[in-house]
């Protein structure tokens, strides 16, 4: 598809839809995804090795707050450039997809 080779968008009609993050943003996102995926195989270990419960509970709280925060800061990106290029564009159902989204964050 042309569109994705070169212009990068949040919207563009029915069929695509794509992200256009900064290298920074995408930087921040992979260093953060790859320490949860450490500890994650730090978990892994941990069970293998029979740690105690309530040490392995921790990381994993650990864990889920640090996805918190990449949701959180995902969330916060799309809603500052492609949600408002999307109302710009008059569509308005993105109002509607954003709240499906938000519902599921805080689950």
Known sequence: MEAQQGKRYCHAG??????????????SLTSRLNRI???VRGVKRMIDEDVYCDDVLNVI?????????VGSLLLEYHMR???????KENDAEIMNELMKTIRKLMK
């Open 61 to 69: 709280a650990s864990i889920q707050a640090s996805l918190s925060g």
């Open 81 to 87: 450039s492609c949600v408002v290029e999307q109302l």
């Open 37 to 39: 995926e450490g500890q």
């Open 14 to 27: 029915d069929a695509v839809r794509q992200s256009h993050h900064s290298d920074k943003l995408k930087s």
